[in-house]
């Protein structure tokens, strides 16, 4: 009895960590370049080789790599990466990467991602402008001078050998993981757009609502299961 005690726990708390990852994905649905997480675990059968358990043991995020939409918005310092690729970021831990590109101008005139760091050019340094300048972006990310046609510097986009294994850290941006980054010879980027989250709404409440039903099932289950040991111990008692 025990046993189906133990494992409807597992049960519960599985469900409601995905319960979590499923909240998280709908938050970020208007975050730029969010890229949905799906939650998955497996029996500690499949964790301890040679023990025959039905407890569930989480696995690991899976991360959605694929493209979001692409959204005009007119702002002369969003940009959007056409297909493989990602912005750097020099933050406070080293350099991450991200798909977001609305950025902002800080004090000093220099690129930067609100919250996080720096951007970075394919050089691997900041990308510099001034705060009063119009400027103009090629398919590159090259960045003008909107009045002279002076160049100003470049929106760096990187690419991994291997996107899934990039590790995304707590601040939301992706680790490289032990993975070299590599400067894209020939990227795309779109000048006053950004890429829209690939968070699929239709499909995160269809799940939220199946890890619902079985949460409660399990609650309700464990409950009976509480009872019945309540029951044993006491009729055991008075034996």
């Known amino acids: 009895m025990t046993k189906g005690f133990y494992n409807l726990t597992s049960g519960i708390l599985s469900q409601t960590r995905r319960l979590d990852v499923i ?10 370049g969010y890229k949905a997480e799906t939650y998955t675990d497996r029996t500690f059968e499949e964790v301890l080789i040679g023990t025959e358990s039905y407890l569930l043991a989480p696995d690991q995020l899976y991360v959605n790599q694929t493209q979001g939409a692409m959204r005009e918005t007119g702002m002369p310092l969003d940009f959007a990466i056409q297909g493989d690729g990602f912005f750097a970021i020099q ?40 705060q009063d300048q119009q400027i103009r972006a090629d398919s590159a990310g090259r960045i003008y001078d ?30 490289a993981n032990g993975q070299q980054a590599q400067a894209a010879a020939a990227p795309t ?4 757009c950004t890429e829209e989250s690939n968070v699929d709404m239709l499909k995160e409440m269809t799940q939220m609502l199946t890890a619902q039903r079985a949460l409660q099932g399990g609650a309700q289950v464990l409950k009976l299961y509480n009872s019945l040991l309540t029951k044993a111990t006491t009729e055991v008692g008075r034996l």
């Open 146 to 175: 909107a009045s002279t046609g002076g160049y100003m510097g470049q929106v760096g986009v990187f690419t991994f050998a291997d996107n899934g294994q990039l590790a995304k850290g707590t601040s939301g941006l992706f680790l």
């Open 23 to 32: 909240g998280n994905n709908m938050t970020n649905l208007s975050t730029p």
């Open 91 to 130: 933050t406070e831990n080293g350099v991450e990467y991200t798909r977001d590109g609305a950025f902002s101008l800080d004090e000093q005139g220099r690129l930067c991602l609100a919250g996080h760091g720096l951007v970075l050019g394919p050089d691997g340094a900041p990308v510099t402008l001034t």
């Open 189 to 192: 980027v779109m000048w006053k």
